[in-house]
């Protein structure tokens, strides 16, 4: 069965667009090629990165998980909860936390599923009900105060790199491995590509369904301890609107929203992208509204230009004939 | 009796069923917990409350039965009363007239943005709509420096039409009512609102059969917008300031519930103006009662989020029941 892969061309422009945007940043701000202001930039989009590939997978199967910032900050005001107010343990609370953030995926998972409800909707009412759940359990406080242990997981270092981005770069090259070279992940493939055709060929399509959901909601609630820990609070309001963040490093690397085709470099290589455009427009003192519509036209822009580069070769194909 | 138990049963299968069952559910515990619901004051503000999401969930129930959806209406909103408030700054004499003609301009022109990326250039519209939400939010700031338009910056007569009322109902209401009135007409009387059911329940035979298709989706964004916009002046009116990080912000959830809850699927096809217009009052009620029975506000959100998960798994539990299995 061969599989449609995004075009070599998208990935190849990802590139030349990250080496330009690179350019640019260096231009706007000599502060931009210092490599250890730069090293540790990238820990601000390790958490936007993991959401990205598991949300991948979920794009992959034809479905989408809205929830996934939302799950983050429940994930951390529970945990945070349990600990300041409940005196739980700190390990044992993130294990309830992050057992709470895979029970919410899997819910989302079983809905669109059993019940045969769109994803749209479904993460869009658990979306809003991860979050208020959070709002409901903090309120407008944060909870702070973490042990040595816990904090600053951004500050760990590996030789020259943060220990973090390490993970995220090892989270990519499992995922890739897993979608390309192992039996499970051929199957997810299968199970986005032509659903109908790998049912009949005894794949579970709604098994592999959910558990992208699970995976989903595991892998948010996991940033939401990492988040926590690199910002030393945890709030209800944490990573508002992240989902947007995560959805356009999705598409921007040329996984089609409605399924069948994914490419977790191209994700990776569009998170790049984001990041480098969004150190280098904070680096020039460009404000965060700015930065959105950059983003914002960029994600509207990688689809549209190569739909109209489309239409116009067909239009010469049609003249020419 | 026969004919009751008729008229019974068409009324329990209607697509609004399940909204009207749980208004009456929450208007009952409202009876019950917060007597205060009741009170002419109360029932006021919640007439105050539901116009902005009424007249936008119009434009998202048009958008979302034709298979498409709008996740920018907040942004336009913003940019709208931002404009109109620019040009009040500069011209405090302008009339109201003038005011929400130019803001239905601005949002119908933003509609067209969404219109032509979703159906010329095949941008899917959740993509289109991310990408614009962002773009025309940035807008917001650039047309008023960032600065918000602050109430002195506004006239008296435009804040007076959520204040005056000609029969105890706020001009405001007023508005709303007649644009559900029109769209309710227009979705289920009129051959070109019948064509937007057609196309979004199946495009390819719409086509086929001679509907422009793009030309429908392109309507419906553009009057999406155009009543964004109208919500930008109605939101000016309301609250007496525009500000363009806040204005709008969220928006669009609380519209797209509405438009859910109310029975709208967004597989496309289906849904109602009266669906739409009872889940906006059905969430204006919760919050209220929420507000009224003295739970703090920070329930709103969870509130939220269960009402629609509620909702739209009742209508996915009683659709699997209703239609035959076929795998």
Redesign the interface.
Same mark, same amino acid.
């Given at each position: 069965m061969t599989i449609k892969k995004p075009t070599w061309n998208h990935q190849f422009t990802l590139v030349l667009l990250v080496a330009l945007s690179f350019v640019i940043s260096a231009h706007l701000s000599r502060h931009f090629l210092d490599p250890a202001y730069l090293l540790t930039a990238t820990t601000n989009f390790v958490e936007t990165g993991l959401m990205a590939l598991a949300m991948t997978v979920v794009i992959l199967v034809g479905e989408?998980d809205l929830s996934v910032a939302c799950n983050l900050a429940l994930t951390a005001a529970l945990t945070g909860v349990l600990w300041s107010h409940y005196s739980w343990p700190l390990p044992l609370a993130c294990c309830m936390g992050l057992t709470v953030s895979a029970m919410a995926g899997l819910a989302n998972g079983l809905?669109v599923t059993r #019940?045969? !409800?769109?994803s %749209? $909707?479904?993460t869009?009412? @658990?979306?809003? !009900? %991860?979050?208020?759940?959070a709002? /409901?359990l903090v309120?407008?406080r944060s909870i702070t105060g973490f042990p040595d242990w816990f904090a600053g997981v951004d500050q760990r270092v590996v030789g020259p790199f943060p220990a973090i981005t390490l993970l995220l770069a090892a989270a990519a090259v499992a995922w890739w491995a897993f979608l390309t070279r192992s039996v499970r992940g051929r199957m997810t493939e299968a199970a986005g590509s032509n659903p109908a055709a790998a049912r009949l060929s005894g794949v579970s399509v709604d098994g592999i369904r959910t558990r992208a959901f699970v995976i989903s909601g595991f892998i948010a609630g996991l940033c939401g301890l990492m988040m926590m820990s690199r910002v030393g609070a945890a709030r209800?309001d944490m990573a508002q609107g992240r989902e #947007?963040d995560v =959805? $356009?490093a999705v598409?921007l690397g040329g996984t089609d =929203? @409605?399924g069948g085709q994914a490419s977790i470099p191209g994700t990776m290589l569009a998170l790049l992208l984001i990041a480098v455009m969004r150190t280098g427009m904070g680096l020039a003192e460009i404000?965060p509204? $700015?930065q959105? /519509?950059a /983003?914002? =036209?960029? %994600?509207?822009a990688s =689809?549209?230009v190569p739909? !109209?580069l489309k239409m116009r070769t067909r239009r010469k194909a049609a003249l020419a004939t | 009796m026969q004919a009751i138990a008729d008229l019974l049963r068409r009324l329990f299968r209607a697509r609004e069923a399940g909204v009207s069952v749980f208004l009456v559910m929450a208007l009952v515990a409202a009876a019950i917990l917060a007597p205060r619901f009741y009170s002419l004051q109360n029932l006021r503000n919640l007439l105050l409350d539901t116009p902005l999401v009424v007249t936008v969930g119009m434009g998202m129930t048009a958008v979302i039965v034709c298979r498409q959806i709008d996740l920018s209406v907040g942004s336009i909103v913003a940019v709208s009363g931002m404009a109109v408030g620019e040009i009040y700054r500069a011209h405090p004499s302008m009339p109201t007239p003038i005011a929400m003609a130019v803001g239905v301009a601005v949002g119908a022109l933003l509609g067209l943005g969404n219109a032509l990326l979703v159906t010329y250039l095949k941008v899917p519209s959740i993509i289109t709509t991310l990408g614009t939400m962002s773009i025309y939010r940035g807008l917001a700031f650039v047309i008023g420096g960032g600065r918000q338009i602050n109430p002195n910056d506004l006239p008296a007569h435009l804040v007076s039409l959520s204040i005056s009322s000609p029969v105890g109902i706020p001009y405001l209401a007023l508005l709303a009512l007649v644009i559900f009135l029109l769209t309710h007409v227009f979705l289920s009387m009129s051959r070109m609102g019948r064509a937007i059911y057609a196309t979004g329940s199946n495009p390819d035979a719409a086509r086929l059969s001679g509907l422009p298709t793009e030309g429908i989706v392109a309507g419906a964004f553009i009057a999406c917008g155009a009543l964004a916009g109208l919500a930008g002046i109605m939101y000016a009116s309301r609250f007496g300031f525009v500000n363009p990080a806040q204005t709008g912000n969220g928006f669009e959830l609380q519209v797209i519930a509405a438009t859910v809850i109310g029975g709208t699927q967004v597989t496309g096809g289906s849904g109602t103006a009266v669906g739409t217009l009872l889940g906006c009052i059905l969430l204006a009620a919760i919050v209220n009662i929420l507000t009224v029975a003295h739970l703090s506000g920070r329930w709103q959100l969870a509130a939220y989020g269960a009402i629609i998960l509620v909702a739209i798994v009742s209508d996915g539990a009683g659709r699997l029941q209703s239609t035959p299995v076929v795998s």
């Open positions: 989408i809905l #019940l045969k !409800l769109p %749209l $909707t479904v869009l009412g @658990s979306m809003a !009900l %991860l979050r208020g759940a709002q /409901v309120g407008d209800w #947007l =959805i $356009t598409v =929203i @409605s404000n509204e $700015t959105h /519509v /983003v914002g =036209i960029l %994600l509207a =689809i549209a739909n !109209l | -």
